[in-house]
């Protein structure tokens, strides 16, 4: 497809659970984005790759979560031990490369549930 | 953590009003970029903005980058239906910290 896919679209899970949020970026793209949607907010950073590696990860909030991107394409974003306040939509974003002037264009996201 | 102050939170207007919606920051941004968010969808970028100053048109949509690079407006012409949804201001720093920081949103109703 043309745009950013990201898959599940949705995920229900019961607490102490290990998810993994997959997101397969627009073609060529190198830079890679994840935010996380709370009800009623704007996305917050997670995480930002360029190429394979994670520039930028000062955004996941602990331990538990950790993404990777090993062919520099498709992205895995892993929690650990799923509590109750990790449900949130999580989106990813694809930009050409990374940097100023790289406008991000995001998929639709995965809602993810906790029980 | 920290995000931008926009306002307002919400609006309703009727069809062919005009709209205008901010977005203010204690800190300085490089890039300031304005996104619609649908129900189950995710943010779809509108407008960006590079420059100081600059103002740039996309349909009946107008946007403006502060002169003080801490703040960012967005002005919709004649309203329609589909204007309806929420919309996002979003800046991002440069010179090494490419992450977008968002503001809450502003909901917008449009009644026919």
């Known amino acids: 497809g043309a745009g950013v896919s990201q898959t599940p679209s949705n995920k229900v899970t019961e607490k102490g659970k290990y998810v993994e949020l997959r997101c397969d970026p627009i073609?060529?793209?190198?830079?890679l984005y994840w935010y996380r949607q709370s009800l009623g907010q704007g996305p917050e950073f997670l995480i930002y790759?360029?190429?394979?590696?994670?520039?930028?990860d000062s955004g996941l909030p602990n331990d538990r979560f950790f993404a990777v991107r090993p062919e520099g394409s498709v992205s895995t974003l892993k929690i650990q031990r799923t509590e109750r306040g990790d449900s949130a939509v999580y989106l990813c974003?694809?930009?050409?490369?990374?940097?100023?002037?790289?406008?991000?264009?995001f998929g639709d996201g995965t809602r993810l549930s906790i029980l | 953590g920290q995000q931008l102050n926009q306002s307002p939170q919400s609006m309703f207007i009727q069809e062919g009003e005009n709209v205008s919606m901010n977005c203010t920051s204690s800190?300085?941004?490089?890039?300031w970029l304005w996104y619609k968010q649908d129900p189950g969808e995710g943010p779809v970028l509108l407008i960006a903005?590079?420059?100081?100053?600059e103002l740039t048109s996309n349909g009946r949509l107008t946007a403006q980058f502060g002169i003080t690079r801490k703040d960012s407006f967005l002005n919709i012409s004649a309203s329609i239906p589909s204007d309806v949804g929420i919309y996002f201001c979003?800046?991002?720093?440069?010179?090494?910290?490419?992450?977008?920081?968002f503001g809450k949103g502003t909901k917008l109703s449009v009644i026919p």
């Open positions: 979003a800046g991002q720093r440069g010179a090494g910290s490419y992450q977008l920081t």
């Open positions: 800190s300085i941004f490089n890039t």
């Open positions: 974003a694809s930009s050409r490369t990374g940097g100023s002037g790289q406008p991000q264009h």
């Open positions: 790759f360029q190429g394979t590696g994670a520039a930028d």
């Open positions: 073609s060529g793209h190198t830079a």
């Open positions: 903005l590079y420059k100081a100053g």
